[in-house]
Nanobody, 129 residues
Framework: QVKFVESGGGLVQPGGSLRLPCKVSGFTLDPITIGWFRQAPGNEREGVSSFSGRDGTTFYADSVKGRFTISGDKAENTVYLQMNNLKHEDTAVYYC??????????????????????WGQGTQVTVSS
């Protein structure tokens, strides 16, 4: 019933841009925070950015600050991740999911989980020259 569907991935050259939408169905953005996560082969899934539907608060991982921008469109029930100045290290499968910011001794970290326990296929972003 509750779905989080990401799309918009593709192949892009270094320095290029992509915009990833996360479509939420079965729920509204108002009471939740939506996060974007990514996972490269052999790596742990990491939180990239989040948007609070309640108050508009945003979060960005240090690796993407100044390059990525997250926003929400409540009418469309969609959260967008605008990715600019893409680098090779941004290559990964990107996912969206309900999220929260947790505090660790290394700094804030974004954690998330899908209601059905499955992260699905995600959307592939490949940055290559």
């Amino acid at each position: 019933q509750v779905k989080f569907v990401e799309s918009g991935g593709g192949l892009v050259q270094p320095g290029g841009s992509l915009r990833l939408p996360c479509k939420v169905s079965g729920f509204t953005l108002d009471p939740i925070t939506i996060g974007w996560f990514r996972q490269a082969p052999g790596n742990e899934r990491e939180g990239v950015s989040s948007f609070s539907g309640r108050d508009g608060t945003t979060f960005y991982a240090d690796s993407v600050k100044g390059r990525f921008t997250i926003s929400g469109d409540k009418a469309e029930n969609t959260v967008y991740l605008q990715m600019n100045n893409l680098k090779h290290e941004d290559t990964a499968v990107y996912y969206c999911a309900p999220a929260l910011i947790v505090t660790t001794r290394d700094g804030p970290r974004l954690a998330g989980a899908r209601p059905d326990g499955s992260w699905g296929q995600g959307t592939q972003v490949t940055v290559s020259s």
